[in-house]
């Protein structure tokens, strides 16, 4: 298991971000997960600039969570600019979000998100699902080459 | 005066209904044009300088206006289909054209004795067929026009306007023949440029034929825009003759030159209507046209408003309980094995409250999805959709008997999306509230009633009583509890809606302990 690799959750509602640590960790997923709170603060972590500035581009993170419903930067924006760096182009993203709306699906399929999650009301299939992804993208899944 | 005209008519001239102020316009035209007449009555037949070049002036201008008011009410017969208005356009189209011969023939204007073969006599002639011709077209219009002021009805066969015009041309070309070949069978009714006692008799029958338009028009009510100034239009016809025939001595004297103003006034008082009308009736036009636009993007406005008011229910609503679900679970994962049952109990009671309302939602959306999405229609094979559904309904509970029949051959022109969503509510509901039973049985057939396909979900379950099935397909309306059988009431609401988008219609039967079954038809009966 690459468990130095870090999960970005990006998530602005805390509710939220916490119930998703908890899931992951209650589905026993051991890599860390780090949340920043909306767009911008992701495309800084991202790009290792503003307050992440320390950071090394190439270190990028195993997956992306990426809630869509966000003040400033949208997640779309967010995952526009993953796709349009050379850098970090082939960079998972999930698409994590409350909406199953027509429009929000296709916006992130039309930006090649890797994946759609719909977030379940009902928490115990939140863990399921967490669960899941966590061994689908972790595990089963195999990364580009790294450059 | 009560008068109903249908309100798509109310538009045109022909068929708007006079106004107050209108009627008093056209009587003080009328009064005025009274009044002039009686001031020159008495000097009628006063001598004046011969001015040849006032009548081909005159009557080039008749003719224009003639032929400009007789395209006009052709077009509004175009639209409207009245046989009195295509009469009426032909009486115009007669007036221009045998405006057109009379000036020809006039003597001494184009060759000494007229042209066309014209004779001393046949330009007085073509006076009398032409000023005794148009108030019988006039009277024929007030004859045909309906009673009700509702055109069309009234008019069985419609006219061919261009077989019309030809047949007035016709009529003018035999007047002309009849005039200028034929006038050595016609009575003398000019001698040089003065009348002959013959004339009388003649013009007064022509001025009577005028007056009986008149009164016509009075008499057929309700009088329309058109009607009224027809009417004026008629008078000034009468002054015009009396000045012009009867009260003067003969040619170039007052009462010719008066009489062929009122002419003019005359040929020139519908036109003048009509394009006043035409105008106002546009600045309406333009601004229905305004108004209509600002009340579709305000409908457009309302719509967007909506969709992010439902896109805001399925995102912003559903946070709050992942929240309380998750950590009351979180909070049960922490009572220890020596906490009270009722604490437990508590937690699970919110959790399962959370719960439906996520499903609430989940209901409400997509019962507003099936009203915003577009409908796609196309042959669908409803048996095997139906069979699926069932297949999927017996996976989820396999331990359950249930015997399911549907029809053979179910094909039904539907989105398909959207008929599947009713399917999956309908025999959904026919398999949940059939589980009580040992031998539970769903049924999907098709009748037709008067060639429309109406299909059939039949189940043996527990029914409903009919006397509360009122607001059966109203949202968040159920029949029963939740503790019975579970649901949230938004399933028959969509069923409904779905059969509405595709013009169609549903309605329920049932019985208590004795089952249900719902006739639903996607096309219009």
């Not at chain 2, 058109?226 to 008629?234: A, C, N, R, T």
Request: overall charge neutral; charged content about 20%.
């Amino acid at each position: 298991m690459r468990t130095e690799q870090i999960i970005l959750l990006v998530e602005d509602n805390d509710a939220d971000a916490e119930l998703t640590a908890m899931a992951f960790a209650d589905a026993h997923i051991g890599n860390a997960l780090v949340r920043v709170c909306d767009g911008q603060e992701a495309l800084d972590y991202l790009f290792a600039q503003g307050r992440y500035a320390h950071r090394q581009v190439d270190d990028i993170p195993a997956v992306v969570l990426l809630d869509l419903n966000m003040p400033r930067i949208s997640g779309i924006e967010v995952l526009k600019a993953i796709r349009a760096d050379e850098r970090i182009k082939h960079l998972p993203v999930i698409i994590l979000t409350s909406s199953n709306e027509d429009r929000d699906r296709l916006a992130a399929y039309d930006n090649y998100a890797n994946s759609y999650v719909q977030k379940p009301v009902d928490y115990d299939q939140f863990v399921i699902a967490s669960r899941q992804l966590g061994l689908y993208w972790l595990l089963l899944n195999e990364p580009p080459p790294r450059r | 005066m009560a008068q109903e005209v249908p309100a798509e008519d109310a538009a045109f001239l022909a068929t708007l209904s006079t106004r107050p102020r209108e009627k008093k316009w056209a009587l003080g035209i009328i009064a005025i044009s009274a009044l002039c007449f009686i001031l020159a009555a008495p000097y009628a037949k006063l001598p004046l300088p011969k001015v040849w070049a006032f009548i081909p002036i005159y009557e080039s201008a008749l003719v224009t206006n003639d032929l400009i008011t007789a395209a006009l009410l052709f077009g509004q017969f175009k639209i409207l289909g009245s046989r009195s208005l295509c009469v009426l356009a032909c009486g115009y189209l007669f007036t221009a054209c045998i405006a057109v011969v009379h000036a020809l023939t006039f003597p001494g204007l184009f060759a000494p004795a007229g042209l066309l073969g014209a004779g001393p006599q046949t330009t007085a002639w073509l006076y009398m067929f032409w000023h005794g011709g148009f108030p019988l077209f006039v009277i024929a219009y007030a004859f045909l026009k309906s009673e009700n002021g509702s055109w069309r009805a009234s008019d069985k066969r419609p006219l061919n306007a261009a077989v019309c015009a030809a047949a007035t041309i016709l009529l003018v070309a035999l007047f002309a023949v009849v005039a200028s070949l034929g006038r050595e069978a016609l009575p003398a009714i000019m001698q040089g440029n003065h009348y002959t006692p013959v004339m009388s008799g003649i013009v007064g029958s022509v001025w009577l034929l005028s007056l009986i338009s008149v009164v016509m028009l009075y008499l057929r009510r309700p009088h329309s825009v058109l009607d009224l100034w027809l009417g004026v239009v008629m008078c000034a016809w009468l002054f015009d003759i009396a000045l012009s025939a009867v009260l003067n001595a003969g040619r170039f004297d007052l009462g010719f030159y008066a009489g062929r103003i009122y002419g003019l006034v005359a040929a020139s008082g519908v036109l003048l209507v009509l394009l006043l009308e035409n105008g106002r009736l546009y600045a309406r036009l333009a601004e229905a046209h305004q108004s209509e636009h600002r009340k579709s993007s305000e409908l457009a406005a309302v719509n967007k408003e909506l969709e992010a008011f439902s896109y805001s229910v399925s995102h912003d609503l559903r946070a709050p309980l992942r929240a309380i679900d998750g950590f009351s679970k979180a909070l049960l994962n922490r009572l220890g094995p020596h906490s009270d049952n009722s604490e437990r109990h508590y937690l699970d009671r919110i959790r399962t409250a959370a719960q439906r309302m996520g499903a609430l939602i989940d209901d409400l959306i997509n019962l507003s999805r099936i009203t915003r999405a577009p409908l796609r229609a196309e042959q669908v094979d409803m048996t095997k959709m139906s069979r699926d559904i069932l297949a999927e309904l017996a996976d989820a509970e396999p331990a359950r008997k249930v015997t399911c029949s549907v029809g053979e051959g179910l094909v039904v022109n539907a989105d398909p999306h959207l008929l599947a969503v009713l399917l999956r509510n309908l025999l959904g509901n026919a398999w949940k509230y059939t589980s009580r039973n040992a031998e539970a049985m769903i049924e999907l057939g098709v009748n037709r009633v008067d060639g429309t396909q109406v299909f059939y979900v039949k189940d043996n379950g527990v029914g409903f009583d009919m006397t509360h099935a009122k607001n059966l397909f109203t949202p968040f309306h159920r029949l029963h509890t939740d503790a019975e059988f579970p649901g949230t009431g938004i399933g028959l609401a969509t069923v409904h809606r779905v059969v509405c988008r595709h013009s169609g219609s549903i309605r329920a039967e049932a019985e208590p302990a004795r089952g249900a079954t719902f006739h639903f038809a996607l096309e219009k009966s």
